[in-house]
């Protein structure tokens, strides 16, 4: 029968399209998961010479141009420290290719993805998509995935856990001690740990550190991209890194689903990796002084905040009706529990957008607060 699979029909579409349609036109949106800056100009420039050349006609190899996986492998000596084979990379269509290869590649049909909850929405949908049963595991009173209750949740079944640092939608950052643990976690229970980086640069406070870092085996896989760091969403330029073996697994769905990353794509990346980092340092400052005016501002409305420390998310809580009060009165945000279970009770709001509309946005949020408080 021309019908569909069991495991797509398991899927639910996106939670942040919905809020985003019901949305009026001149609303604020705080609901964006993408920087509001502009791709740096070396790395546009260096897409366009690749185009007017000739270089970006063909397909690449599967695993990404050579010069490519030369600058990613560089940024894990220059950032870590870590000595990576660029033989161990495939440039992927962004973060996202990078996740699903790493959860098709490695989960069995009923096998378990423990995950963040709440977490990227994604993780949810991509072990669903893998025949995976997803095993969504709550946070910390400080928004962090404790490594002790991803060790409670590893079952015979586990087939892997997912770490998100900084975390989209909470703006958490692992503590170095966390990252060793989920380390030892997947050393020592011989489990799959997909660590999720792509907010590795977006740090306030402190540093990112990787699982990778720590692992004696080879069971941690780095999911990265320059959508976030780099500000190019829309050039869809990830990358997946992991041990040879691994790789070649992931490599097979690669070269079937996507041959290779886009050509152009992998130019601009290769400058903005190679290239000078001072945009994103702009970037990071900006979005350190925005976290504080927003961390003001629904702490003035009376919200409980735990601070961000990284990413461009902050997970207050809020009272029930909140997030559609703010829809109302033209502010987008978006409630917790698209994120999961665990996220009822929370709103996300991301502060990539400019200073004049988060202070508009801080206004609503002051008095619309008051109205939601007052009529429980
Ligand atoms: C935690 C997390 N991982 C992965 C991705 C996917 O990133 P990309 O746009 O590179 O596919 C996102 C995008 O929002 C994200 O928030």
């Not at 909140?322 to 109302?328: N, Y």
Request: net charge negative.
């Amino acid at each position: 029968m021309a019908s569909f699979s069991e495991r797509i029909q398991s899927v639910s579409p996106s939670g942040i399209r919905k809020v985003f349609d019901s949305a009026a036109d001149d609303a604020i949106n705080l609901g964006l998961g993408q920087p509001d800056f502009p791709t740096p100009e070396h790395a546009r420039r260096r897409a366009l010479e690749a185009i007017r050349n000739g270089n970006a006609d063909a397909y690449t190899p599967n695993k990404g141009t050579h010069s490519l996986r030369d600058a990613i492998a560089a940024k894990y000596d220059r950032d870590y420290g870590l000595a990576v084979d660029p033989d161990d990379i495939i440039a992927t269509a962004g973060g996202s290719e990078a996740l699903h290869l790493a959860l098709e590649a490695h989960v069995s049909a009923g096998e378990e993805v423990i995950f963040p909850d709440p977490g990227f929405v994604s993780y949810d949908m991509l072990t669903r998509v893998a025949g995976g049963t997803p095993k969504p595991v709550g946070l910390r009173d400080d928004l962090t995935l404790d490594p002790a209750a991803v060790e409670a949740a590893l079952t015979d079944e586990t087939a892997a856990f997912i770490v998100n640092s900084p975390a989209n939608p909470t703006g958490a950052v692992q503590s170095e001690a966390d990252m060793r643990a989920f380390a030892r976690i997947a050393d020592e229970h011989d489990v799959l740990c997909v660590s999720d980086e792509v907010y590795e640069r977006i740090v306030y406070q402190g540093a990112h550190y990787s699982p990778l870092e720590f692992a004696e085996s080879d069971n941690v896989v780095v999911v990265s991209a320059t959508s976030k760091t780099y500000s190019m969403t829309g050039w869809r330029l990830g990358w997946v890194l992991g041990s040879t073996r691994r790789i070649d697994e992931m490599l097979k769905i690669h070269q079937s689903i996507q041959a290779c990353a886009s050509a152009p794509a992998q130019y601009a990346a290769e400058a903005a990796l190679a290239g000078p980092q001072d945009p994103v340092t702009e970037m990071v400052d900006t979005f350190e002084k925005r976290r504080d005016l927003v961390v003001d501002g629904l702490e003035d409305a009376g919200l409980d905040v735990t601070v961000p420390e990284g990413s461009f998310y902050v997970m207050p809580e809020v009272p029930s009706g909140w997030c559609d009060a703010m829809l109302e009165h033209g502010l987008i945000v978006v409630p917790g529990d698209v994120f999961g279970e665990n996220g009822a009770g929370y709103a996300r709001l991301s502060y990539a957008a400019g200073t004049e509309e988060l202070q508009d946005a801080m206004e609503i949020v002051r008095d619309v607060t008051q109205t939601v408080h007052g009529s429980r």
